[in-house]
């Protein structure tokens, strides 16, 4: 049996089983966007940890080195930000081929620290190792949250609203161009989307600060993939309004452009690195103006959590149900 049988996801369960981490120092181990452990007082100490693989995650020639930093950061940042938690510092390893350019690395780094002063990080360590042909950019990033506004998949519950910030499938509308080598100007915003994503930092602190959201991820694999993560964490169902989802009319025109469709794109695009989170449906618009009026984002009710008998459903434009699947980014199923 070779992992692209089984799949990622299948892979974790088989592995953590191997690992229990199972200990009185972790309130979270394996299976949510962040590790959880006791810091010794109110303050919980998260840690996370991602990497940029070349070919998989990035190609020499469609990103700089300066936004291949920042974005090597910032998607660990999202995990930190999907708890509701801060950043404090990170760690780095590489592994580089022999003919890696000293400037290419240079450049990197500048990302990186411009990355680190924007959410007052501090770039601590890391490692080196040589790589046969592929540079990978692996980080790890610890951070902190107050026990009492930790977030986790978990805790979403019947009755609750389902409510994303900012807007969906631009990072994969701008994939969609950068494979067709298009530089309109119209391009940019989506292509920023894709190669610096920015993490919902703010955002995040003023969610958990309310104390009123009940469950939360960040949206690295896609809208659908991440919200049913959500699901079974919490054992509970859910049904998601199509028409709600927010999505701009420069996504609408790429994905009409590449003969899919907007909803396409906001439900599997992924690396949106958007907070999808629930609340109890009494307190949802309150803490949706409340993250609008302190961070600028809009925040859209999308859905609502329903028992877990009910399932996972997806109501169409024109009012046709039909079942929620998993369309998100999958490791070892396929590529860029
Ligand atoms: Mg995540």
Same mark, same amino acid.
């Given at each position: ?148 506004? %930790? $977030?986790? &998949? =978990?805790?979403?519950? #019947?009755?609750?609203? *389902? +409510?994303?910030?900012?807007? @969906? ?7 969609? %161009? $950068?494979? &067709? =080598?298009?530089?309109? #100007?119209?391009?940019? *915003? +989506?292509?920023?989307?894709? @190669? ?11 969610? =958990? ?128």
């Amino acid at each position: 049996m070779r992992v692209s049988d089984i799949g990622e996801f299948a892979l974790i369960d088989r592995l953590a089983k191997i690992v229990s981490s199972e200990h009185p120092s972790v309130l979270v181990g394996i299976g949510d966007d962040t590790a959880v452990l006791e810091g010794g007082g109110e303050m919980l100490l998260l840690a996370t940890v991602d990497a940029q693989v070349e070919t998989v995650h990035f190609l020499r020639e469609a990103i700089t080195p300066q936004q291949l930093g920042r974005r090597a950061l910032a998607v660990n940042l999202s995990d930190i930000a999907a708890m509701g938690g801060r950043g404090s510092v990170a760690l780095v390893s590489l592994v580089l081929p022999r003919e890696t350019e000293v400037a290419w690395l240079e450049h990197l780094y500048q990302g990186l620290r411009e990355e680190a002063e924007r959410w007052g990080v501090v770039v601590v360590g890391g490692n080196m190792a040589r790589a046969p042909e592929h540079a990978v950019i692996d980080v790890c990033v610890l951070g902190w949250i107050s026990r009492d506004e %930790l $977030l986790l &998949r =978990a805790g979403a519950r #019947p009755g609750d609203l *389902v +409510l994303v910030t900012g807007t @969906l499938g631009e990072a994969a509308a701008g994939l969609r %161009l $950068l494979q &067709r =080598a298009d530089q309109a #100007p119209a391009s940019t *915003v +989506l292509l920023a989307r894709l @190669l610096t994503p920015t993490p919902r930092l703010p955002e995040a602190a003023v969610i =958990a600060k309310s104390k009123r959201a009940t469950a939360m991820i960040d949206l690295s694999d896609g809208l659908s993939s991440d919200l049913l993560h959500i699901c079974q964490e919490s054992r509970v169902g859910v049904r998601l309004w199509a028409e709600r989802l927010p999505v701009t009319a420069a996504v609408q025109e790429v994905a009409h452009q590449c003969g899919e469709t907007a909803l396409d794109l906001a439900l599997g695009g992924g690396e949106d690195f958007e907070l999808c989170f629930t609340a109890p449906a009494d307190t949802a618009e309150t803490l949706a103006r409340t993250v609008y009026d302190e961070t600028g984002t809009p925040v859209t009710i999308i859905g609502e959590v329903l028992p877990q008998a009910a399932g996972h459903t997806l109501v169409l434009p024109g009012g046709e149900e039909t079942v929620l699947k998993a369309k998100g980014w999958e490791h070892f199923k396929r590529n860029l």
